[in-house]
């Protein structure tokens, strides 16, 4: 039954989204981002399926993007990949982003959701693992 499905707690993984121009230039309004997942964990994660869709309003009209599948194949620990760029217009919708993978032969599952406004220079950190700065979600 349901209870009977244990689905452990992913830990060790951040999403970040990284302004997609040359270090150190500005971030302008009309910069694109690209989507990063960072493995922080010691070990690999197979089988990595990542979904994304945006959705909310933009002038007052619900608005819902398609939804992308991404994958990949094997990442290992420390490691980070790049996976999607998102256009500027697509900041004013939450961006969700369904993460599933294996590791050790169980099969983990995790939402991240960067919500309306949340991707903006101003509430960017340093990423050490991809040595820039960016917006991320632990």
């Known amino acids: 039954m349901k209870e009977d499905i244990n ?3 992913v830990e060790g993984i951040k999403l970040a989204m990284v302004p997609d121009t ?3 230039a500005p971030v302008l309004p009309d910069t694109y981002w690209k989507a990063h997942l960072i493995n922080t964990n010691s070990y690999a994660i197979e ?15 619900a608005k819902e993007t398609g939804t992308f599948r991404h994958h990949i194949d094997v990442l290992e620990g420390g490691a980070a990949a790049a996976f999607e760029t998102l256009p ?7 961006n969700e982003f369904m993460l599933t993978y294996f590791h050790d032969g169980k099969l983990f599952d995790r939402k991240y959701i960067f919500e309306t406004g949340s991707i ?4 960017m950190q340093h990423i050490d693992e991809l040595k820039r700065d960016g917006v991320v979600l632990v």
């Open 22 to 24: 040359e270090l150190g």
């Open 7 to 9: 689905i452990p707690k």
């Open 88 to 94: 500027p217009d697509l900041l004013q919708l939450n």
């Open 120 to 123: 903006q220079p101003d509430r």
């Open 47 to 61: 089988g990595v399926l990542i979904n994304t869709k945006g959705y909310g309003e933009i002038d007052g009209r």
